[in-house]
């Protein structure tokens, strides 16, 4: 229900936009989301949006250089990722939740896409 892509191999410095298209979805006021699993750490929150009004959360070592959009008609996510770093490494996971509560961060979210891979070289 949820298909995430555009990961890949980039250097450091450069972009990517991902996008995770929901399909079987027709919820109006949840949140989707992106998160991340870098090798042998725990998955970690990157951002999230409300789909409604737009209202976004992000974690902190991305604020500034990642931005989370939505695209209402088409029901995709996307997530625009600049000035990237070597830390920025990971498997990216988009994220859905019917029903909106702050903080984003903080929800248990009910769907999950496959992951996909970012790789940052130095």
């Known amino acids: 229900q949820l298909q995430a892509s555009g990961g890949g191999d980039m250097q450091a410095g450069g972009s990517l936009r991902l996008s995770c298209a929901a399909s079987?979805?027709?919820?109006?006021?949840?949140?989707m989301g992106w998160f991340r699993q870098a090798p042998g750490e725990e998955r970690d929150f990157v951002a999230a949006i409300s789909w409604r009004d737009g209202f976004t959360e992000y974690a902190g070592s991305v604020k500034g250089r990642f931005t989370i959009s939505r695209d209402n008609t088409k029901n995709i996510m996307y997530l625009q990722m600049n000035s990237l770093k070597p830390e920025d490494t990971a498997v990216y996971y988009c994220?859905?939740?019917?029903?909106?509560?702050?903080?984003?961060?903080?929800?248990?979210?009910?769907?999950w896409g496959q992951g996909t891979l970012v790789t940052v070289s130095s």
């Open positions: 994220a859905a939740e019917e029903t909106l509560r702050f903080p984003f961060r903080m929800i248990e979210y009910d769907y």
């Open positions: 079987g979805l027709t919820f109006r006021t949840g949140v």
